[in-house]
């Protein structure tokens, strides 16, 4: 096994880390990334997560909540999508529970809508079973769910 040598000193490691951590919302799992990428020993590397844990400079739900927003709102992704792409940052499924319920309910129809109103128009020169299985197909990739999707495509398809 071959030791690779640090990134940083251990006072600068702290002042990168803190910066990062200050300009974004960030998950445990994605800050010891950033330490094992720099070669952070373990205990200095679990040390500084505690610290930082402690500043509230690292908390999970917050970060859930507002990834589980942003991709809703900016990326349109459904709730699956994000809740996949959640559990791969190691969120726990409570925190995550939780950060789906704060999601706007109200405005998932419309923003289902609005992805159909925009993509259908794309669609020329298809049958209506085709164009339906299409949109069904993209927005199901988008991570809205299976009778949520078909329900939407039923009401605005033929209203």
Not at 26 to 48: A, G, T
Not at 55 to 62: D, T
Not at 102 to 111: F, Q, V, W
Not at 145 to 153: Q, Y
Request: with cysteine; aromatic share 14%.
């Amino acid at each position: 096994m071959t030791f690779l040598p640090r990134k940083y000193s251990p006072m600068v490691t702290r002042q990168k880390v803190l910066q990062w951590c200050d300009k974004a919302e960030r998950c445990h799992f994605d800050v010891r990334q950033k330490l094992i990428s720099w070669n952070i020993p373990y205990n200095e590397r679990e040390n500084l997560l505690v610290d930082l844990i402690g500043g509230n400079l690292l908390n999970e739900a917050r970060f859930a909540g507002a990834f589980a927003h942003d991709k809703f709102e900016f990326f349109h992704w459904g709730v699956r999508k994000i809740e996949f792409e959640l559990k791969k940052k190691h969120v726990s499924e409570p925190i995550i529970r939780m950060a789906l319920r704060e999601m706007d309910k109200a405005g998932y129809s419309a923003k289902i809508q609005g992805l159909i109103k925009r993509k259908e128009p794309q669609l020329t020169g298809l049958q209506l079973y085709q164009k339906k299985f299409k949109l069904a197909r993209y927005l199901i990739s988008k991570g809205f769910e299976n009778d949520v999707v078909w329900s939407e495509l039923d009401r605005y398809l033929f209203y």
